[in-house]
């Protein structure tokens, strides 16, 4: 599976972005598909969750602001930021579990996923 990222770039605070995954290669609507950011000098954490049936998951940090989502037609996946905030500047991977979850709700820890894009920078200003 090859993912690639696009739709970042800087915005002000308050403001929105949408941020889009192409997924390709052996695809598959079974799999659960998220989106990770990593800030500098930070570790990768888990922003939302789309599982197979459509069920979401989100970090506390942007819950209520940005909304995953996804196009079976396109193995393409989004997240639309909304009210975003100087603290949620980071560079934004989505990354695909293709392995059986039998947890609930899907994991948003990295160490889950098995396929990762290589990222896209959104730059929040104050």
């Known amino acids: 599976v090859e993912l690639v990222e696009s739709g970042g770039g800087s915005a002000q605070t308050g403001g929105s972005l949408r941020l889009s995954c192409e997924a390709s290669?052996?695809?598959?609507?079974?799999?659960?598909m998220a989106w990770f950011r990593q800030a500098p000098g930070k570790g990768r954490e888990g922003v939302a969750v789309?599982?197979?049936?459509?069920?979401?998951s989100y970090d506390d940090s942007v819950k209520s602001r940005f909304t995953i989502s996804k196009a079976n037609a396109k193995n393409t996946l989004y997240l639309l930021m909304g009210s975003l905030k100087p603290e949620d500047t980071a560079m934004y991977y989505c990354?695909?579990?293709?392995?059986?979850?039998?947890?609930?709700?899907?994991?948003?820890?990295?160490?889950?996923?098995?396929?990762w894009g290589q990222g896209t920078q959104v730059t929040v200003s104050s």
């Open positions: 290669g052996n695809t598959d609507s079974n799999y659960f």
């Open positions: 789309i599982d197979s049936d459509g069920v979401t």
């Open positions: 990354a695909v579990l293709s392995h059986v979850w039998g947890g609930d709700p899907a994991p948003l820890e990295a160490y889950h996923y098995d396929y």
